[in-house]
């Protein structure tokens, strides 16, 4: 995220991707800590993308994650 006010959050949360959770949304908690943020994002040496769904309810969240990865 290129917008300042957004720098230095962590989230931490869950989704829940099991089918009989389909309708079921996770829960995330998030912090604005310099040091914490710091840590997690030196802590990352690769970025995996979820694998495709077959359903198109999903197509908007099938974006490569590794395009925010060079945002360091």
Do not use: H
Not at 15 to 20: C, E, H, S, V, Y
Not at 21 to 32: D, I, K, M, S
């Amino acid at each position: 995220m290129e917008n300042k006010e957004y720098k230095n959050w962590v989230c931490v949360g869950d989704i829940n991707r099991a089918d009989t959770q389909f309708n079921r949304g996770g829960g995330t908690v998030c912090l604005n800590s310099p040091n914490l943020w710091k840590n997690y994002r030196d802590s990352v040496n690769e970025i995996e993308p979820c694998p495709r769904r077959r359903s198109k309810t999903f197509d908007f969240l099938s974006s490569p994650l590794s395009e925010n990865q060079n945002s360091k």
